[in-house]
């Protein structure tokens, strides 16, 4: 009999492009893997807990969000999936929640207005409101540098302890912002969970960066969603374990067969990791 | 057993995500009216997600309030679903000072945060959550265990203990569903809890033929 307790969720990400599902490195050097409807059943009968579809080209090209695409994918899904990309007004996220999206995830929108949050969350609740956060690690000075002014203890704080950047525009654009502030100030306003992609290890598989996943898992009162650089078996263990994650995402090592979420969770199950077989 | 014709009033009162529970119903081959008028007589169910005070004054706006509680007394099967199923208590801390439908005794309360350690209880509880039949008597009846989607930040605290279909851990011990005479409610949501919670919806509708 399992141990009861809440899951760790396992999210694959679809990013959608013109109606295909693609994943960038950095966001950009897009590779085509497949129609987003038959990927999203075939994440479902391997056990996803939950889907996430970005519409990336939303944000570039000003386009409507694929408001028919998740049409379909809500007639075939018995699992609940998130949307974003593009949301600016309340109006796109009512049309995507009215397709049959369960949450929207916004962003740089949010950014350059953070009523938006409270506006979703007021409107459809604040558990359909997710805000997605681009978090990218404040330059990290030189050892000897770092050393130097360690010993002093007016810039102490600083050096010690990490901060993120909060970058909006697909990455393109720094905001300046600290990044746990932001999220902070969102759940304030009504964000029900926190999408946590680091800009530093997306792409690279390098493993999920910890140290950023740990800040705002332990210093927020909702759920995070990490997502960037997520490798093997043992990267998911890592952000369940020592990063405190209470989900985690994922797109290549999904989308190019590397892993199915069943062998990825048995995996993590062996690891004394609760998730959902 | 045969089963009667799958057949139910969806009451559409202003509440989040109805289209998920007509797209389940859907899959599952049943034939519904969404309605605001539910006729009193086919069974109904209350589905959707949404803050207690304000789904009370919505139902109190299209004059539901008597009408669901005369519906429910007068034996008609109910399904309620996580929303649903709150309204069904005497009230919530979400909203204290508003009343409840009163059908069920009981109030609903809050998930208690541990404010040390966020990274124990985040609230909502969002995701997938292990429920097991409460009782001997649900057992019997075929409810089976397994894994449910959960997105709720209150939960019922009912006073009659036998009325606990199904249990749930999250920080401590919560009713994840209830049943009592023709009232049955989840707390968690079936029709995004895979085939499993899928199969719930076509349970519910098949014990009826039982009452």
Known sequence: MPAPGLCRRIIPCLDVADGRTVKGVQFTGLRDVGDPVELACRYQEQGADELMFLDITATHENRGTLVSMVEKVAERLMIPFSVGGGVRVLEDARRLLEAGADKVSINSAAVARPELIREIAEAYGSQC??????AKRKEIMADAKRKEITTDAKRKPNVDKPEWDVLTRGGRNATGMDALEWAKQAVALGAGEILLTSWDKDGTRSGFDLELTKAFATGLPVPVIASGGAKGPDSFVDVFQKAYADAALAASIFHDGEWTVDALKKELSTHGVTVRL | ?????????????GGGNIGSILRCLDRLGFSYRLTKTPDGKTPL?????????????????????????????SGTPYLGICIGLQVLFEGSEEAPAVEGLNILPGRVVKFKSS???????KIPQI????????SEKFKKDGWRNGYVYFVNSYYPAPENE??????????????????HENVTAFQFHPEKS??????????????????
């Not at chain 2, 169910?45 to 109190?60: D, E, H, K, R, Y």
Request: hydrophobic share 45%.
């Open chain 1, 129 to 134: 409101c997710v805000l997605a956060i681009d």
């Open chain 2, 1 to 13: 057993m045969s089963s009667p014709a799958k057949k139910v009033d969806v009451v559409d009162y």
């Open chain 2, 45 to 73: 169910i209350l589905p959707g997600v949404g803050a207690f005070g304000s789904i009370m004054g919505n139902l109190a706006k299209l004059e539901l309030k008597d009408r669901l509680r005369d519906i429910v007394k």
């Open chain 2, 115 to 121: 404010p040390d350690n966020h990274s124990a209880i």
């Open chain 2, 127 to 134: 995701g997938w959550n292990w429920v097991q039949s409460a």
């Open chain 2, 162 to 179: 036998a009325s606990v279909l199904y249990r749930a851990a999250y920080g401590e011990s919560f009713a994840a569903a209830v049943q």
């Open chain 2, 194 to 211: 895979g085939a499993f919670g899928q199969s719930m919806i076509d349970k519910w509708h098949e014990t009826l033929a039982l009452h």
